[in-house]
């Protein structure tokens, strides 16, 4: 079986009867630069249209901003702390604070102003101690939810989270109600050997239907690993499917796994 780059797209170009490759990297012929200008990105294509058990991750992301609790005084009651998102509110104590236009204009009670990585607020004490029901909040999305969190770089599609908690992706960010929350993912995998079975034939199709109509001007062709594909990727994910039934640990909340 197909457990290499080139293996993978060989079981492609076998489908189309084109030359199979020697060297993906350095194999210089037109079906060879074809390959190498869709592979990742049909790839990518794959792994996002199911939770293949090989590609998914489990982490615990924290929200950017939050609670600041580092301090350093400008003077005149302005303090200053490291933020590198700009937040689109800041609360004291719950209260909504005021944006003002700049670090000087930080003059009563509640004022703020963020710019070059760092979050100014207008105290006439440390804010850790002016500030401790629960203190200064950073929330970064404008509104709808209480917080943001980086995804993770290898995250091509967020899959759950724990307790089906409420979130929305936007701009690369996880937008949701909680300081942290654990979610599952469909990872960037590019490591051939990890690949299933299941999945290195609809891959190898995928690459076929994509090369059909470019390398062999066959549209009849195209339409026939259109189809097979499709009933491919349906039956390899109910196998991939069977492999992952609901684990009772996971419904009592020991939910992070060694795969993160």
């Not at 719950?94 to 990585?117: F, I, M, T």
Request: glycine share 6%; charged share 25%.
């Amino acid at each position: 079986m197909a457990t290499t780059k080139v293996g993978i797209c060989n079981l492609a170009l076998r489908k189309l009867k084109l030359q199979t490759l020697e060297n993906f990297d350095t194999d210089d012929n037109e079906i060879a630069r074809t390959m190498r200008d869709i592979y990742d990105y049909v790839l990518k294509e794959v792994l996002t249209e199911h939770p293949w058990n090989f590609a998914i991750k489990r982490t615990q992301l924290t929200a950017l901003g939050g609670l600041i609790t580092t301090w350093a005084d400008e003077g005149s009651d302005v303090w200053s702390s490291p933020l590198t998102t700009e937040p689109k509110r800041v609360k004291f104590d719950g209260v909504l604070g005021q944006k003002v236009a700049s670090a000087v204009l930080c003059v009563a009670e509640n004022d703020w102003y963020w710019a070059a990585d760092v979050l100014y607020v207008y105290s006439t004490a440390d804010p850790d101690t002016a500030y401790v029901n629960p203190g200064i909040e950073a929330i970064i999305p404008l509104y709808g939810f209480a917080y943001a969190c980086t995804l993770p770089a290898d995250c091509l599609r967020v899959t759950k989270t724990e307790n089906d908690e409420k979130y929305q992706v936007e701009n690369g960010l996880l937008l949701c109600d909680s300081a942290t929350i654990n979610i599952s993912y469909i990872y960037d995998c590019s490591d051939v050997t990890l690949f299933s079975q299941n999945f290195i034939g609809v891959f190898a199709l995928r690459l076929a239907y994509e090369l059909a109509y470019s390398d062999t001007g066959s549209i009849e062709m195209r339409q026939i690993l259109a189809d097979d594909d499709e009933r491919k990727l349906s039956k390899s994910k109910a196998v991939d499917g069977q492999e992952s039934p609901v684990q009772k640990d996971e419904e009592d909340g020991s939910w992070i796994d060694a795969r993160g």
